[in-house]
Structure formats: structure tokens, C-alpha cells
T-cell receptor, first 113, second 114 residues
Framework: GDSVTQMEGPVTLSEEAFLTINCTYT??????LFWYVQYPGEGLQLLLK?????DKGSNKGFEATYRKETTSFHLEKGSVQVSDSAVYFC????????????FGAGTQVVVTP | KAGVTQTPRYLIKTRGQQVTLSCSPI?????VSWYQQTPGQGLQFLFE???????NKGNFPGRFSGRQFSNSRSEMNVSTLELGDSALYLC?????????????FGPGTRLLVL
């Protein structure tokens, strides 16, 4: 079945550092890929998405490129802020099973001043 | 446009009781999914409803059930509560069938079972 694997956390960074969170997936067909972010005490919010190979999703300084050849969708941000401290989830939406979503385990990011 | 709303936001129950959680999707959204989130197991898919029909189901016991009404609002029921059912229950809605459609999440209902 479809699955998503993302790097374990916590990832601890200093403010203005470069952030990368690795995400790889296994899926049949051509899934859509998503990054969600969850701040403490809240639900998940969509951060960005890409629906086909080589698409780049971007939002709030975050970027991720849909790489079909490496089945990856790594999240990057050039200069993180304390307010970026959250849990980040990589997800895919299958082309079968009525478009069921599959989420990774989540990566906690802690940004220190 | 209002987002996904979930009620109640917090709930305390005791073992053996049952609980019903409610989710109102974004207006026009016909698909509603439910997830259980715990520190140990992460985000686990419970089930998905589309136009009042359950079309996807996760690996949870039959104590967990749900339904969707004609206005797309959904309820989730857990019977004979166990301590391990303590979790954040998240509801998400999306517009349609397309694989490109995004799921939008509500704030969740935090359930504590004592």
C-alpha cells in the first residue's frame, strides 16, 4: 500500500538557520503530495502542495519539489524563525482508494532564538 | 468562508462510557475524514465519508463508528471507552473526489478517558 516516510525529530535549529525535512513516499500511480503544519494545541494546516512531477509548492518561505525519480518531496526553508516551531507532516493523496490520504509520522521542529 | 468546526473541543469521560463527536465541514465540501492523533501512534486514519457513504476505513475496532448527514455534517461515535482512546480526534473535509483536492482540518476534539 501507499506510505510516507519522513525524518524523525526533533530537529533543533537556531533562528535564521536553513531547514530541510526529508520526505519519501511509496505509491502507485501519480499521487498528489502535501505538507501540513501543526502548531501546539491546534489542528493541521496546509502549508503547500504539488500535484504532478517537477511541480514546486511554496508558501511562507517554505518550498518543496515533487521528485518522481527519487519519490521524494523534501521541505526546505532558507531562514527559519522561532514562530516556525511546530510539527510538520508530509502526506500523499492516493490515486486509488477514493483518494485516501496517507500521512507521515510528523517531524517536530524547534527553533531557538 | 468558515473553516471546519468540531464540537466539543474538550471532553472528559470515564471508561465504559460512550461519546459522540461532531464535525461540520467547510460549506460545499462533501468528503469528511476522521483521524486519531496520539503521541505514541501519531496520526491514524479512522474513516472517510462521502455523500453519506463510508468509502474508506482504517484499522480500528468496531467500537469506532461514524455517519454523515445529508448536509455533509458528520458524527463519530466511540462506545465502551477505554483509557487508550484518550487522544486528539481530528476531522478534515475536502471538496470532491479529485486527487488534487486538499483536506482542510478542524481544530480537533481532545478526549480524555479516566
Amino acid at each position: 500500500g501507499d506510505s510516507v516516510t519522513q525524518m524523525e525529530g526533533p530537529v533543533t535549529l537556531s533562528e535564521e538557520a536553513f531547514l530541510t525535512i526529508n520526505c519519501t513516499y511509496t505509491a502507485t500511480g501519480y499521487p498528489s503530495l502535501f505538507w501540513y503544519v501543526q502548531y501546539p494545541g491546534e489542528g493541521l494546516q496546509l502549508l503547500l502542495k504539488a500535484t504532478k512531477a517537477d511541480d514546486k509548492g511554496s508558501n511562507k518561505g517554505f518550498e518543496a519539489t515533487y521528485r518522481k525519480e527519487t519519490t521524494s518531496f523534501h521541505l526546505e526553508k532558507g531562514s527559519v524563525q522561532v514562530s516556525d516551531s511546530a510539527v510538520y507532516f508530509c502526506a500523499l493523496r492516493s490515486t486509488d482508494s477514493w483518494g485516501k490520504f496517507q500521512f507521515g509520522a510528523g517531524t517536530q521542529v524547534v527553533v531557538t532564538p | 468562508k468558515a473553516g471546519v468546526t468540531q464540537t466539543p473541543r474538550y471532553l472528559i469521560k470515564t471508561r465504559g462510557q460512550q461519546v459522540t463527536l461532531s464535525c461540520s465541514p467547510i460549506s460545499g465540501h462533501r468528503s469528511v475524514s476522521w483521524y486519531q492523533q496520539t503521541p505514541g501512534q501519531g496520526l491514524q486514519f479512522l474513516f472517510e465519508y462521502f455523500s453519506e457513504t463510508q468509502r474508506n476505513k482504517g484499522n480500528f475496532p468496531g467500537r469506532f463508528s461514524g455517519r454523515q448527514f445529508s448536509n455533509s455534517r458528520s458524527e463519530m461515535n466511540v462506545s465502551t471507552l477505554e483509557l487508550g482512546d484518550s487522544a486528539l480526534y481530528l476531522c478534515a473535509s475536502s471538496l470532491a473526489d479529485s486527487r488534487q483536492e486538499t483536506q482542510y482540518f478542524g481544530p480537533g476534539t481532545r478526549l480524555l478517558v479516566l
